[in-house]
């Protein structure tokens, strides 16, 4: 086999700093209105093609995870899988291999930032000239979170979470990542919450966030922190509860929950504080991570 080229590219993480239900469709999907924000933990996807003349037309996923599906259940296979639709003309196999260091299914966007990496790596490696608006509708159709983390920075996302509107970036804050390795099902968190009582009080003033990061009033910011999937989940989970408040008398500023879970996060200015934070969660077992904010 030849030799093949290939593209290396970073799928950071991201968290939600604020989450809220605001409707659902006719469909029965619920209308989400979140700021998510993209951080300095990332996975490397490396997506390569070959002209091997045996694996012609075919996505081969390899991961230094053995946990992690290689096949159709892949959310980065899936991204080759549909762009290959539309350009039948690809008559190479793709090779996409991804180097997981993102918890999976903790809430941090893990799988949709490997896909919107390997939309990304595709088109460089490709020369498709997808523009940025069409490497959107692949990646809408791939997950709502992948739009999202096709760029760095800070969003407001609302709709089912593919309809976005850029904000000012974090600064100078950082976060203690704990992952109780706890796996929560969004589609189980969901429904729970359709069956709960949710009070006005969980919901977050989304808007109140957002200009509190446009103005740097962090106190502001933290004071607005909600995710109302926190209801749902903490009743199946007590023991993500328990960390949320863990970590609020560990000393940080605010701590909340990212998307469905399981992960917790924890900020603070104090980075020297948030290391003994995590270096004490992972001698109790935990996977942790200090992690700074990624602007553009």
Do not use: W
Not at 187 to 197: Q, W
Not at 209 to 221: C, G, Q, S, W
């Amino acid at each position: 086999m030849r030799s093949f080229e290939k593209i290396e590219l970073k799928a950071n993480a991201k968290v939600n700093l604020s989450l809220d239900i605001v409707g659902f469709y006719p469909d029965g999907m619920h209308k989400v209105e979140t700021v998510m924000h993209t951080v300095n933990l990332f996975d490397t996807v490396t997506v390569g093609f070959s002209s091997n003349q045996e694996q012609k037309n075919k996505i081969l996923v390899t991961t230094n995870k053995y946990f992690i599906p290689s096949g159709e259940r892949n959310l980065a296979y899936q991204a080759a899988c549909r762009i290959m639709e539309d350009y039948p003309v690809i008559k190479d196999s793709i090779y996409i291999h991804l180097q997981k260091r993102i918890p999976v299914g903790a809430g941090l966007g893990g799988g949709s930032s490997d896909a919107a990496a390997t939309i990304r790596g595709l088109n460089s490696l490709l020369k498709l000239g997808l523009s940025h608006d069409k490497m959107k509708s692949y990646a809408a159709e791939i997950g709502s979170d992948v739009p999202f983390l096709l760029e760095k920075g800070a969003c407001l996302a609302t709709g089912t979470g593919t309809e976005l509107k850029k904000i000012p970036p974090l600064k100078k804050i950082g976060a203690v990542l704990v992952n109780p390795g706890i796996f929560v099902s969004t589609k189980d968190v969901y429904a729970m919450y359709d069956a709960c009582s949710i009070p006005d009080s969980a919901h977050p003033n989304t808007k109140k966030i957002i200009d509190a990061i446009a103005m740097e009033k962090y106190d502001v910011m933290i004071s607005e922190m909600k995710n109302v999937l926190e209801i749902p989940v903490f009743q199946m989970h007590p023991q993500i509860k328990e960390l949320k408040e863990e970590l609020l008398k560990e000393g940080c500023d605010a701590a909340m929950m990212s998307g469905s879970g399981s992960t917790v996060f924890g900020l603070s200015r104090d980075y020297e504080m948030l290391e003994i934070i995590k270096s004490k969660y992972i001698s109790q077992g935990y996977r942790a991570f200090v992690v700074s904010f990624v602007g553009e």
